[in-house]
Every structure is written in C-alpha cells, then in structure tokens.
C-alpha cells in the first residue's frame, strides 16, 4: 500500500468507511513505465471499461494515445471527460442511436462486430456524415494456436461468442471494405481482443496470429488492434505484467511489418493497482469452527472477488482505539474470512485470511480495486450507504 493511502484510511472516521482510495501518483508512475516499455509503433488506448472515473482518465492522458469505449454511454461519458481525445469505439449491440451519436460526435474509429453493423454503419455514415469517410477496423474471432491461450482467464476467441466475427465471414467483409464497396468508409484494419488474463509470452503469441492473418489477405492495412486482457494476479499483488518482454516481441513481430502500427486497449492491467477499496471490521464471529469478520461494504461495492470467485488481496490496519461502552469483538485464531454486510453467502471479500488478533473496529484494505471493481457492482441491493471516493496524488 502506498504511504498516501495509507495514512488516509487511518485518518477517515469510520462513518467515512468504506472508501474508494486512488492514488493517482502511482497510477501516473505505473502508465508511464507501461508507455516506456512499448516500442514507438504501438497506439496504448485505455478500455474505459476498467474503471471510467473522470480523474483516471485524466490521469492517464498524458501516458495514452486514446480510448476505447463500448457503449453509447461511455462514449458520451469519455468524450466528456477527455474532449479531444481519438477514441475507438466497439462492443458487440451498438444501436443505430448510439452509432449515429458516434459519428455525430466524430469518433476516430469504429471497432465493427458483424455484417449487420457493418451494414448500418455505411448507411448512417452516409446520412449523418455525407463527405466524411469514417475508419472502420472489423473485429475478428480468430482461433489461436492450441494450448496458447491455456492460461486464459476469459477466452473470447477462437470458439463461439457474440463477439466479432468469424475469419471465414470477415474475409468477404475487409475485401469489399478494400474494394470500395462502401464508399464512406475506410479500411483502416483489423481488431480483436480474444482473451483476457494472459501474460506477455501468450501476448505476443496472439498478437503474432492476429498480424499475420490480416497481413496474410494482401489487403492494405494500416492497423491492427490485438486488444486488451494483459494478466493482473491477484494471488500475487505486487507483480505485474511483463511489459518489458511484450514490449520487446512488440518490437520484434513490427520489424517484420514496416509500415504496420500496432494498437492495444489494456484496462485491467493499467488501473487495477492504483485503487483500493478501505472499509472497517464492524464484528468478529465464530461459526461452526470457523471465523468471520463482518465489514461495513461488501460485494455490492467491490464485486471482483464474487466475480472472479478469487480472495481480493488485503491487509489489515489494527486501530487501537475503542470508542463504544460495550466489548470489543475479536479473533482468537489465526485466520478469518472476511464478509460483508449482505444478506446473502456469496458476499465474501477474501476467504481464511492470516488476521491474528483481528477485532472490531480495525480496518482493512483491499487491493488491486481500480478496476473491474465499484463499476461492476451491484451498488443498490440492501440499500447500504455508497462508499467515499478519494482521489490522491492530484498535483502533478
Ligand atoms: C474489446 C475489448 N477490449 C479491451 C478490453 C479490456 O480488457 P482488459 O481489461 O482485460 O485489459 C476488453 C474487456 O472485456 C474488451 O472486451
């Protein structure tokens, strides 16, 4: 935990907890070691997805070329919050009103998911943007070589999914794009995103596959976008992705394409560690040989852990203090679970923690909670009250 966090979760009172805590400093420091590992011909967009806040858009600004939002919402949302940045917009589902608000809004590029979107982007496009051509990248399910995506934590590529389409279908789709078939648009390349979770190695492998199928059909292409789902251990939470090696085959797959500009649109892996999610042991409990704290918060805050069925890495801040006239609850063995306050099981944070002598009252903080975390949330269940969000580290 950084210092700034952690003399801020000490210092709120606890009818302030929980608590989103950014620190934005190392999310600066973070995005500009992941900026100086890529080679020059690499574009890093930011999956607003990950985490939208408007204070971690900016943040990244300066470390990013652009990003990619999926949603008719965030795009609204990204444009507002970053105006005048390129972004990218994709996602399977795009309704001819928010398509037409993207090109209202002169979105640089459209990540393009089927023949029927294809369809309705040429004829929006001739309507809202007479004169304009508009870049489109169609979005490529690719199968990936046996065994590389093994370590995948959400394979989208290479079986069926909603997502992009199939090569055999997109082939006919970038050849009549080549060919001038819709005149108001422009091939600009090819995008796919077909995993997530995977480390630098298995990367590079996919990326290797995306180039060399879309340079492969003798079209010309400008771009190829190999998408987002570099790996983010939370069993381990101090490492990191091996940007450095990825950068380096990067660097190795683009020699051998000249004129080729590679992009990527991580979010996980860039805003995952800036973020914790603060909270206070509220009680401590014994059940049939077990032991559990309860904290204020839960799942419906910090839905990660439920949604990866992972123990969210935490540490524990011992308070001394005890304001109240009655006994303070605490552990007596060595590990405990920590739950939170909904009424249902699955709202555990991290399960059979080492928290010796954990008691009510003291705090804890997870980590790795910038993304992924408070905007998939089911925020209203039980009607608990919304955490504090704290961004640090402003001043550049
Ligand atoms: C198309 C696309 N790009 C990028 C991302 C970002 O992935 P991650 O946050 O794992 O890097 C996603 C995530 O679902 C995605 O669907």
């Known amino acids: ?35 100086d590992a890529l080679p020059e011909r690499v574009e890093l967009y930011y999956a607003a997805k990950a985490n939208p806040e408007p204070e971690i858009l900016g943040a990244l600004g300066p470390y990013v070329d652009g990003y990619e939002v999926s949603s008719g919402g965030e795009l609204a949302h990204v444009a507002g919050a970053a105006p005048g940045r390129p972004l990218a917009f994709g996602g399977p589902g795009k309704t001819p009103d928010e398509v037409t608000a993207a090109l209202e809004l002169g979105v640089e590029r459209f990540h393009v998911e089927s023949e029927y979107e294809l369809r309705m982007l040429a004829e929006l496009a001739r309507l809202v943007a007479p004169g304009r051509r508009v870049a489109v990248l ?99 939470p101090e490492r990191r992705f091996d ?87 605490g552990a007596e063995g060595g590990r405990v679970t920590l739950a939170g306050q909904l009424c249902t099981p699955k709202d555990v944070l991290a399960r059979e923690v080492p928290a010796a002598g954990l008691r009510a009252g003291d705090r804890v903080a997870f980590a790795l909670a910038g993304a992924y975390a408070w905007n998939i949330s089911h925020h209203d269940f039980l009607m608990h009250p919304r955490p504090g969000f704290h961004f640090l580290g402003t001043a550049e």
């Open 1 to 35: 935990m950084t210092p700034l966090v952690h003399d801020r979760i000490l210092s709120l009172a606890p009818t302030e907890l929980p608590a989103y805590i950014y620190d934005l400093a190392a999310l600066r420091a973070h995005a500009a070691t992941v900026r």
């Open 138 to 236: 169609p979005r490529v399910n690719l199968p990936v070589a046996d065994g590389s995506l093994a370590g995948s934590a959400l394979a989208m590529g290479g079986r069926p999914t909603p997502f992009g389409m199939d090569p055999v279908r997109a082939e006919p789709v970038i050849r009549q794009l080549a060919d001038g078939t819709y005149p108001q648009l422009e091939l600009r390349g090819i995008h796919a995103h077909l995993a997530s979770g995977l480390e630098a190695a298995e990367q590079v492998a996919v990326a290797e596959t995306v180039v060399s199928w879309a340079t492969g059909l003798g079209v010309g292409l400008a771009e190829v976008n190999v998408g987002g789902g570099m790996h983010v251990d939370y069993g381990a």
């Open 243 to 329: 940007w450095k090696s990825y950068g380096t085959g990067l660097a190795r797959l683009l020699e051998r394409h000249p004129t080729l500009t590679l992009r990527i649109e991580p979010g996980r892996a860039l805003t995952a560690y800036c973020g914790w999610y603060a909270t206070e042991v509220l009680d401590v409990k014994h059940s049939h040989g077990e032991e559990f704290a309860v904290v204020r918060g839960g799942t419906h805050h910090l839905r990660t852990p439920a949604t990866k069925g992972h123990d969210q890495p935490c540490s524990v801040l011992p308070v001394d203090d005890w304001p109240h006239p009655w006994p303070r609850p």
